[in-house]
C-alpha cells in the first residue's frame, strides 16, 4: 500500500511541476506579447524585437513574412512569365510570315500575267491556314524592282494580354529573287 501512495503523490507532483511550467511559461508570454504592444515592438535600444523569449527560437517579428514576400514577388514573377509567353508568340508569327513571303515570292518570280495576284493570294492563304489568329491585319504586297519581284508580308503578332492597347508587336517579312524565264542560248539577253 506505501508504494501505491507513493506513486500517486510522484503522480501527482509531476503534475503540478508540469503544471507549473506551462502557466509560468503563458505568464512569460503574455508579458511578451503586453511589452511588444506598449513599446511597439522595440527593445530598450530602440532596435525591433525579434519575439519571444530569449532562447525561445520565436520569430514573433516575422510572422506573415511569407505571406508579404509572395505578395511582392508574385507580380514580377507573373510578368515575365507572360514576356516569355509573348516573345515565343512574336518569334512563331515572324516564322510563318517569312514562310508566307517565300512562298508567295517563289510564284512571284515566275513570269506570268497574274503573278502579282498569284503570289499575294498564295500567301494570304498560307497564313490563313498556318496561323490565322496568331498573325492580326495581315497585309501581303507583292513587289517588283527591275528584274527581280518578291513579296513582303506585314502584320501585328497577337498580345497575350492586351494591357497596353497602342503597344503592338510588327512582324515584317520580306523575299524575293530574279524573274525566272527562259533565256535562249543563242546570246541574246533578255527572256522570251
Not at 504592444?37 to 519571444?52: L, M, S, V
Amino acid at each position: 500500500m506505501a508504494t501505491r501512495d507513493r506513486s500517486r503523490y510522484r503522480d501527482r507532483e509531476h503534475r503540478e511541476h508540469r503544471e507549473c511550467r506551462e502557466h509560468r511559461k503563458n505568464r512569460e508570454d503574455r508579458e511578451d506579447r503586453e511589452d511588444r504592444r506598449r513599446d511597439g515592438g522595440r527593445d530598450r535600444a530602440g532596435r525591433p524585437r525579434r519575439g519571444g523569449r530569449p532562447g525561445a527560437g520565436g520569430r514573433g517579428g516575422e510572422r506573415g513574412a511569407t505571406v508579404v514576400e509572395l505578395a511582392i514577388i508574385m507580380p514580377v514573377v507573373l510578368v515575365v512569365i507572360l514576356l516569355i509567353v509573348q516573345t515565343a508568340l512574336w518569334f512563331h508569327g515572324r516564322q510563318i510570315a517569312d514562310a508566307a513571303a517565300r512562298e508567295g515570292a517563289r510564284l512571284a518570280r515566275v513570269d506570268t500575267e497574274s503573278w502579282r495576284q498569284d503570289a499575294e493570294s498564295r500567301a494570304q492563304e498560307l497564313i490563313r491556314t498556318v496561323g490565322p489568329k496568331l498573325l492580326e491585319g495581315a497585309t501581303v504586297t507583292a513587289w517588283e524592282e527591275g528584274d527581280l519581284r518578291g513579296v513582303e508580308v506585314t502584320a501585328s503578332a497577337v498580345q497575350v494580354v492586351p494591357l497596353l492597347p497602342s503597344t503592338t508587336f510588327t512582324v515584317t517579312a520580306r523575299f524575293g529573287g530574279p524573274i525566272e524565264c527562259f533565256r535562249p542560248d543563242d546570246g541574246s539577253e533578255g527572256c522570251e
